[in-house]
């Protein structure tokens, strides 16, 4: 099993600039999640689809992000306009969501700068 | 609403020293218990967990009891190595709700 991969695992941007950040989920899992980690603020669930529908996004920060789970095997984080401070490792993690306990799988994270 | 907390690090020991990370939690009803530990440069990854009361999850020498009196799942290790260097993260799951993590533990071992 290649485990939830995420793409690129580094990016250095300017701001203003757009970023897309990319996920594969381990295959046969029905949710997925994608969370943001910073020194200041520990780590912080952006939001969650469960079967491809967004269930709660009440974590993502403003309109400048957006997220999409077009299919079962891949979703798209978006930042646009990319600002300083969103500079911050982004973890994607995905799970099969079952009765008694959820256990996720993280990704290695994408390093994002934005200068 | 549903909350985990942590005892605040960070945890400096000496290597083969005892280890507590004490957790708490508040919920409704009988939710499912989990410690996860991220490496430095690494993504979290689970650690062991616990799914009802008096449950005791245990991994790599890790163990931590569901106490559902006492609404706590502290992790214990009886000698810890430099390699448990990390963080650690308690979380708590209710079904219809995504995982809720604790802030995290930073434990550093020296030789």
């Known amino acids: 099993d290649a485990g939830v991969i995420q793409s690129p695992r580094h990016e250095v941007t300017e701001m203003g600039q757009e970023v897309t950040l990319r996920c594969k989920p381990i295959?046969?899992?029905?949710?997925l999640f994608w969370y943001r980690q910073t020194m200041m603020r520990g780590l912080e669930l952006l939001i969650y689809?469960?079967?491809?529908?967004?269930?709660?996004d009440s974590g993502m920060p403003e309109d400048r992000f957006s997220a999409k789970m077009p299919n079962a095997s891949f979703s798209t984080l978006k930042i646009q306009p990319s600002e300083p401070r969103d500079s911050a490792v982004y973890f994607c993690?995905?799970?099969?969501?079952?009765?008694?306990?959820?256990?996720?799988?993280f990704g290695p994270g994408t390093r994002l700068l934005v200068l | 609403g549903n909350s985990v907390t942590q005892m605040e690090g960070p945890v400096t020991l000496s290597e083969e020293a005892f280890l507590t990370i004490n957790c708490t939690y508040t919920?409704?009803?009988?939710?499912?218990l989990f410690w996860y530990v991220q490496y430095p440069g690494e993504g979290l990854q689970l650690l062991l967990k616990?799914?009802?009361?008096?449950d005791k999850g245990s991994n790599k020498g890790f163990e931590a009891t569901y106490r559902k009196e006492t609404t706590s799942f502290h992790l214990e290790k009886g000698s810890v190595q430099v390699s448990d260097s990390a963080v650690y993260f308690c979380?708590?799951?209710?079904?219809?709700?995504?995982?809720?993590f604790g802030k995290g533990t930073t434990l550093s071992v020296s030789s």
């Open positions: 993690a995905s799970s099969f969501l079952a009765g008694d306990g959820e256990t996720q799988y």
């Open positions: 295959s046969g899992h029905n949710s």
């Open positions: 689809f469960n079967n491809n529908v967004p269930i709660d």
């Open positions: 919920a409704t009803g009988y939710p499912s």
């Open positions: 616990a799914t009802k009361a008096d």
């Open positions: 979380a708590l799951y209710q079904a219809g709700t995504a995982l809720i």
